[in-house]
């Protein structure tokens, strides 16, 4: 009996849900099977999903091919007219024990994503060749970005209660992990739905105090606008919060912004960063980034541009814009798509020199490395590393950074 194989693309809930996607087809007993969990934040994206799924089918021609997630929920008759695929799932049926169990009935079963009201906590013993497990906190979104369609994949926000994430990493740390990762689709507006409507940051406070075991705990993507005062109390108290933001920046100029129908304006990014960085002056910072979404010019583009190094901001996430059918942007004039790449090009160029100069920085002083696979991790500040030998996943070593190269630390391991 072959085990299930889960295809993820996507983001880092993606991740997580295709673990619990793992272990419902493994306890149904459902052999010599692939299930495919879809992005639908671009429409590159899908059609990079669209091409995995037919060389699937042609390399495995008697495996049954399951097809999910934001692409099939956003999409189904697309993915419903692919003979290659067994059966397709919408995103809140995918999470279910039951879709696994009985597999004969209806081919395709995508829900009104918009009436789906809970966030079930879904139990994942561990993450297949990790250190570092991921969290769901909360689902959804209730904001209506011009470029974006996830809303409609994941329908609105909803959020897992407190007591049931503490369980969630009670388990994954007893289990060896020593970092859990936050996750969800919009994190910061995290509790509106329950209640009391406690905030991201009394969640993590709450979390931190009943797991004491729990060495590390990274947040991920967050609004600048949305972080409350108890997530930066504990950015400035707390160890075991990890000294790296990323920000969901997508443009840093106030035009570009308005036009995205984002909830910041380039101001707020500054104030954000320069305070974290008061509180806690080693943090570092990501972001992601789109270049060249419709209606910028070259002079909104240099503005963005210059708040990566205004900012600091060291680990981006570039995505020349892709036009999403269905999104207001789509209507609006379209930037060249040889402007876009030009613009992302420039963009990732100014973050390696951040990163570079960060790298530098940490030359010659003693780490705290998370060992994730053999020979390598990351830091507490979430810079990649080589060490010199190999090490058991999982361990937090200590070592001393010796130099840098493409992007990563190359580090001694201390007796």
Not at 174 to 187: F, K, M, P, R, S
Not at 201 to 225: F, H, K, T
């Amino acid at each position: 009996m072959t085990e299930p194989r889960v295809i993820t693309f996507g983001c880092r809930l993606n991740t997580y849900e295709s673990e619990v996607m793992r272990d419902h087809a493994k306890a149904a007993g459902i052999d010599d099977a692939i299930i495919i969990n879809t992005c639908a934040v671009t429409t590159e994206a899908e059609r990079q999903a669209r091409q995995n799924i037919r060389r699937l089918r042609r390399e495995n021609p008697d495996a049954k091919i399951f097809v999910t997630g934001c692409a099939v929920q956003v999409n189904p008759d697309k993915f419903a007219g692919m003979k290659e695929i067994d059966r397709i799932f919408g995103n809140d049926t995918k999470m279910k024990a039951e879709t696994f169990m009985d597999i004969s009935h209806e081919r395709v079963i995508v829900n009104d994503i918009m009436s789906v009201e809970e966030t079930a906590s879904h139990l994942v013993s561990g993450f297949e060749g990790r250190a570092r497990a991921f969290v769901q906190v909360q689902n959804g979104c209730d904001h209506r970005c011009t470029f974006c369609i996830i809303p409609y994949g994941r329908g609105n926000s909803r959020s897992v209660p407190l007591g049931e994430i503490v369980t969630q990493v009670r388990e994954l740390v007893a289990n060896g992990y020593a970092e859990v990762v936050l996750t969800g689709v919009d994190i910061t507006s995290y509790g509106h739905d329950l209640p009391g409507k406690p905030t991201l940051g009394q969640m993590a406070r709450r979390l931190l105090a009943q797991v004491p075991e729990l060495p590390r705990l990274r947040i991920s993507s967050v609004d600048s606008v949305e972080i409350d005062e108890d997530i930066f109390r504990l950015i400035e108290t707390e160890p075991r919060l990890m000294p790296h933001m990323h920000i969901s920046l997508q443009a840093g100029d106030d035009m570009v912004l308005k036009r995205m129908k984002r909830r910041h304006l380039r101001q707020d990014v500054i104030d954000f960063c320069q305070k974290v960085r008061a509180l806690r002056p080693d943090v570092t910072f990501g972001a992601d980034i789109i270049a060249g979404f419709p209606t910028e010019t070259d002079e909104m583009a240099e503005n963005t541009l210059r708040l990566v190094e205004e900012c600091g901001l060291i680990y981006l996430h570039v995505f020349p814009y892709s036009s999403r059918p269905g999104t207001p942007a789509a209507k609006m004039p379209q930037v060249a798509k040889e402007k876009r790449k030009e613009r992302a090009a420039a963009l990732r160029d100014a973050g390696d020199v951040q990163l570079s100069a960060f790298l530098q920085s940490r030359v010659g002083l003693i780490e705290d490395v998370l060992v994730e696979k053999e020979n390598t991790g990351h830091t507490e500040h979430f810079a990649p590393v080589v060490l010199d030998r190999v090490i058991e996943p999982g361990t937090i070593a200590k070592a001393k950074v010796i130099g840098h190269e493409d992007g990563k630390l190359i580090a001694e391991l201390m007796e």
